[in-house]
T-cell receptor, first 111, second 111 residues
Framework: QKEVEQNSGPLSVPEGAIASLNCTYS??????FFWYRQYSGKSPELIMF????GDKEDGRFTAQLNKASQYVSLLIRDSQPSDSATYLC???????????FGTGTRLQVFP | EAGVTQSPTHLIKTRGQQATLRCSPI?????VYWYQQALGLGLQFLLW???????NRGNFPPRFSGRQFPNYSSELNVNALELEDSALYLC??????????FGPGTRLTVT
């Protein structure tokens, strides 16, 4: 079992719709979670991080964390074609700084 | 504020040679992390340096090594290069173990 799992996609949504990206993790010791966006050929860019159960909103992005279900999600409202990228979910355990990444979900937003 | 910088952008080596990759963290960040992103394998944690010390390493052979200098910049060395070492090598930095910010990466090609 992979430590951080994501559906590879592609997830295709029309412009203006809500894109929902999901991630599950296996290590119950994971304390903090990160969402990165990676355009093809570029390095990952940090979008959101969440440490506590519940929702965290930043502009068009909302991160959701449910530690009991070991589930993290990222919602992108009013999706734009420029949001088309691979979204990486990462988890960090309390006793180590290393991030464990999922393999990413490719999002395609079509006009 | 300048971000994480890496050099060189591209590096071409032949099998058996050594490669040296360099990283400068965001000013004020003391932790540096190295990740390998090979095609189809996702981001894999390599090494973590903090305050000049190696704090953790991923599941990579000893020919992957590095160091962190007093100014917190870091170097990754890969000895006895193999074809499967061809990948994008990413450096990230953080302050006191919080969010990690990535540099643009060095693409290593081994022929």
């Amino acid at each position: 079992q992979k430590e951080v799992e994501q559906n590879s996609g592609p997830l295709s949504v029309p412009e203006g719709a809500i894109a929902s990206l999901n991630c599950t993790y296996s290590d119950r010791g994971s304390q903090s979670f990160f969402w990165y966006r990676q355009y093809s050929g570029k390095s990952p860019e940090l979008i959101m991080f969440i440490y506590s159960n519940g929702d965290k909103e930043d502009g068009r992005f909302t991160a959701q964390l449910n530690k009991a279900s070991q589930y993290v999600s990222l919602l992108i409202r009013d999706s734009q074609p420029s949001d088309s990228a691979t979204y990486l979910c990462a988890a960090r355990s309390y006793n180590t700084d290393k991030l464990i990444f999922g393999t990413g979900t490719r999002l395609q937003v079509f006009p | 504020e300048a971000g994480v910088t890496q050099s060189p952008t591209h590096l071409i080596k032949t099998r058996g040679q050594q490669a040296t990759l360099r990283c400068s963290p965001i000013s004020g960040h003391t932790s540096v992390y190295w990740y390998q992103q090979a095609l189809g394998l996702g981001l894999q944690f390599l090494l973590w340096y903090d305050e000049g010390e190696e704090r953790n390493r991923g599941n990579f052979p000893p020919r992957f090594s590095g160091r962190q200098f007093p100014n917190y910049s870091s170097e990754l060395n890969v000895n006895a290069l193999e074809l499967e070492d061809s990948a994008l090598y990413l450096c990230a930095s953080s302050l006191e173990g919080y969010e990690q910010y990535f540099g643009p990466g060095t693409r290593l090609t081994v022929t």
